[in-house]
T-cell receptor, first 113, second 113 residues
Framework: EAQVTQNPRYLITVTGKKLTVTCSQN?????MSWYRQDPGLGLRQIYY???????DKGDVPEGYKVSRKEKRNFPLILESPSPNQTSLYFC????????????FGQGTRLTVV | AQSVTQPDIHITVSEGASLELRCNYS??????LFWYVQSPGQGLQLLLK??????LVQGIKGFEAEFKRSQSSFNLRKPSVHWSDAAEYFC???????????FGKGTMLLVSP
């Protein structure tokens, strides 16, 4: 089954404690991205990757890091989380051949206290 | 850069009534256009997409959308709403040159008995 898998689904952490949210896709997609969703703001792109070892900033990259060492994985790293990063995070992937239809993970609900 | 406007933050529709959710986009060329639905606690699911051809596109769950170039619109419609359609709906525009997706802020659909 084609899918994007994020882990964990829920995470509560303390300010300043580094964390990683994993994302993996099994569709051999070149393009992957991270979004955060906040009430009234819709989905805002954090980072995206056009292919292995190619990443770029989205609209709200501050406080986040990503890496793309393998095609299937695109982890999101928060080196020093702060309460304003409390949000719902989505990973998505799509092929850059043809229509960029995005497939989304189930989301990660992050709370930083 | 592309942008998407969903003018309605909330819409309430009676069960069995028709529905239209509005979406306006800004993009320099013919865009890829999408509608996604997010049920409570779930990820985003693709309802339908448009990139060329017939301007009226059919999607899943009985939804359709019409692309109107002259109005830069891609409104979502359903002739008869069911209680299970209550969810948040996102319109998105995809850039041809780099596959990035830009989302609107979403419209929350409430269905009354």
């Amino acid at each position: 089954e084609a899918q994007v898998t994020q882990n964990p689904r829920y995470l509560i952490t303390v300010t300043g404690k580094k964390l990683t949210v994993t994302c993996s896709q099994n569709m051999n997609h070149e393009y992957m991205s991270w979004y955060r969703q906040d009430p009234g703001l819709g989905l805002r792109q954090i980072y995206y990757s056009m292919n292995v070892e190619v990443t770029d900033k989205g609209d709200v990259p501050e406080g986040y890091k990503v890496s793309r060492k393998e095609k299937r994985n695109f982890p999101l790293i928060l080196e020093s989380p702060s309460p304003n990063q409390t949000s719902l995070y989505f990973c998505a992937s799509s092929s850059n051949q043809g229509i960029p239809e995005a497939f989304f993970g189930q989301g990660t609900r992050l709370t930083v206290v | 850069a592309q942008s998407v406007t969903q003018p309605d933050i909330h819409i309430t529709v009676s069960e069995g009534a028709s529905l239209e959710l509005r979406c306006n986009y800004s993009y320099g060329a013919t865009p890829y256009l999408f509608w996604y639905v997010q049920s409570p606690g779930q990820g985003l699911q693709l309802l339908l997409k448009y990139f060329s051809g017939d301007t009226l596109v059919q999607g899943i769950k009985g939804f359709e959308a019409e692309f109107k170039r002259s109005q830069s619109s891609f409104n979502l419609r359903k002739p008869s709403v069911h209680w299970s359609d209550a969810a948040e709906y996102f319109c998105a525009v995809g850039a041809i040159e780099d596959s990035t997706l830009t989302f609107g802020k979403g419209t929350m659909l409430l269905v009354s008995p």
